[in-house]
């Protein structure tokens, strides 16, 4: 054992409180090093003047000034803990009440903004692909659906003018899928040909213009008339 752990356990070696093998090796040091052993002396001769001390008589008044000071706190813990129980109170009494309320509305709005995200502006139903389904989008123009096979006189090609034979028109349709009007864009225009027209436009199916899924009426359809196609 050196100098240093010699110290810490001198006055615990005095007051005989440090195990007897701990007691035996400090001795064993002091027996050749002299500064412990002053040390040691200094440390004596204090428990010897803190055991002549008198013991000091506390006031007589002490127990009334402790009463008196805690009297004087009680006032200002019990009032800072009146105050977090009434906020407490609030917070179970209020606003518990509307926490479950509003997540749960919360979680509703997401849940219906997704759906109208998916099935408007998308227009791609959720789950998987269900055949013939339409896409409720926003707006979706008119359409042909099937043209009557009746044909067109006078859309005949003639010889070195070829785009004689071709009639382009734009049909004006209601919310059930009629026409309504039309208008020739392109090709020829005569009595003969628009008589044949009107059958053709009335034997045809059309889809109507949809407006959030729901038919309005003003669709337009644009169909054009050749000798070697028809498309709309």
Not at 88 to 101: D, T
Not at 138 to 155: I, M, N, T
Request: glycine share 8%.
């Amino acid at each position: 054992m050196n100098c240093r752990e010699t110290e810490r356990h001198l006055p615990g070696y005095v007051d005989g409180a440090i195990p007897s093998e701990n007691h035996a090796r400090v001795r064993d040091h002091m027996e050749s090093c002299g500064d412990c052993r002053e040390q040691l002396e200094r440390y004596r001769r204090l428990a010897v003047c803190l055991a002549s001390l008198e013991p000091a008589e506390p006031p007589q008044d002490l127990a009334l000034r402790i009463r008196i000071s805690a009297a004087q706190l009680r006032p200002e813990i019990t009032f800072g803990r009146r105050l977090w129980m009434r906020a407490v109170m609030v917070f179970e009494n209020i606003l518990e009440p509307f926490a479950v309320p509003a997540t749960g509305g919360i979680l509703t709005a997401l849940v219906v903004f997704v759906l109208v995200v998916q099935n408007m502006l998308v227009g791609v139903p959720l789950g998987r692909a269900v055949p013939n389904d339409r896409s409720l989008t926003f707006f979706q123009p008119a359409q042909l659906e099937s043209l009557a096979s009746f044909p067109v006189p006078g859309v005949v090609a003639t010889e070195g003018n070829p785009d004689s034979g071709y009639l382009q028109l734009e049909a004006t349709l209601n919310s059930r899928g009629e026409v309504v009007s039309y208008k020739i864009l392109s090709g020829p225009d005569n009595p003969a040909v628009q008589r044949q027209i009107d059958q053709v436009l009335l034997f045809s199916r059309f889809r109507p213009e949809l407006s959030f899924g729901r038919p309005t009426n003003g669709g337009r359809v644009v169909l054009s008339f050749s000798e070697v196609r028809v498309r709309g």
